[in-house]
């Protein structure tokens, strides 16, 4: 009996026992697999930094063309319906002014009591009113077909103007969508590159400019060594030499996306700026200048010309000779002159 009373405490010991094991051993099984934490990535140097900031500019700029050129063609297209308004409306007036005229011939053979003037000409026994009303009734014809002709001509157009108007007003929103879409890759793309260089100490950022000159001159130096300045003619047009003065005037100004003056500039307005000062427009944006512009050969530059910059033609400046260039370099850089070599050169254009 005595055994057979202590089992019940037996039991239940051992229940507790295992309770207390089942409750340890998720703890056995984190720590046993617990792995240590995998090391941090390493530091980018200062150069990859400089790198991926350049870069990141270069989207910026393209998107900057595209953000240009989409303002641009707003600009165009909303002119341009303006204009089909006013003749949409001068249309109007004018079918108005034909109702009108047909209103009163309407009226005018209602007075004669219905009878039109052919009837009343075959009636006549008066051999020279026969001749008069022969010869108002044809010029009566040829007015009433002429009017009937203004008419649907007048209306015609007035649906052309409309269709086009339409087709304009679509492609003005297409425009407003692209420029928004532009603006956002252009703010999207500054703030990681303001990110990186603000994530740097003061030396380290000190440090970046001085690499950023380096490159500058090693591609500055590399393009001497070519010998181009030995070809190159110092004479410039006097449209050139005007456009000219008018980039060097800005220096010391700052670089703002889509500004084209006169307070600050981007690189694509401060050479149309500068052209547009000695009587020249050229298009907005770089792309643009590279695409529409005459182009020269590398030999063949003079003072004045446009040199683009990289394969997508994201930069643009302008040669002042003895193997410099004015240019609008990018966001916190304000407009200066540099080596004309001193980035990768896609091609020459000239304006004049």
């Given at each position: ?227 181009i300045l030995d070809r190159l003619t ?10 000219i003065g008018n980039a060097l005037a ?92 001193s980035m990768e050169i896609l091609g ?5």
């Amino acid at each position: 009996m005595n055994r057979r009373r202590r089992r019940p405490h037996a039991a239940a010991a051992v229940t507790v026992a295992l309770a207390l094991a089942v409750l340890a051993s998720p703890v056995l099984t984190l720590q046993a697999s617990a792995a240590p934490l995998p090391p941090p990535p390493p530091k980018k140097t200062l150069e990859e930094v400089r790198q991926e900031i350049d870069e990141l500019y270069r989207q910026a700029a393209a998107a900057t063309d595209a953000y240009n050129l989409a303002e641009e063609r707003t600009e165009r297209q909303s002119a341009e319906i303006v204009r089909l308004a006013r003749m949409i409306e001068d249309g109007r007036k004018r079918i108005e002014t034909l109702k009108a005229q047909a209103g009163a011939a309407a009226r005018a053979q209602y007075r004669n009591g219905g009878i039109p003037e052919s009837a009343q000409l075959v009636l006549t026994g008066d051999p020279q009113l026969f001749l008069d009303t022969a010869g108002r009734l044809r010029e009566g014809a040829k007015a009433t077909t002429d009017l009937i002709g203004d008419l649907s001509r007048v209306q015609d157009e007035l649906g052309g103007y409309a269709k086009e108007a339409g087709d304009n007003w679509s492609k003005l929103e297409s425009n407003r969508v692209k420029q928004a879409q532009a603006k956002k890759d252009i703010n999207t793309r500054i703030e990681a590159a303001k990110k990186l260089e603000g994530e740097l100490a003061a030396e380290e950022r000190e440090r970046l400019r001085q690499l950023e000159e380096q490159a500058r001159q090693r591609s500055q130096t590399q393009w001497l060594s070519s010998g181009i300045l030995d070809r190159l003619t110092t004479e410039a047009t006097p449209e050139a030499r005007r456009a000219i003065g008018n980039a060097l005037a800005q220096v010391g100004k700052p670089y703002v996306w889509g500004a084209e003056g006169p307070d600050s500039f981007d690189c694509s307005g401060l050479t149309q700026s500068a052209w547009a000062a000695a009587g020249k427009r050229i298009p907005r944006t770089s792309q643009e200048q590279w695409r529409l512009l005459p182009r020269v050969a590398p030999k063949d530059m003079r003072p004045g010309d446009l040199i683009v910059y990289f394969k997508d033609a994201s930069h643009i400046a302008m040669y002042i000779g003895d193997g410099k260039m004015v240019h609008a370099p990018r966001p916190g850089r304000n407009v200066t002159v540099a080596g004309a070599g001193s980035m990768e050169i896609l091609g020459i254009v000239r304006p004049n």
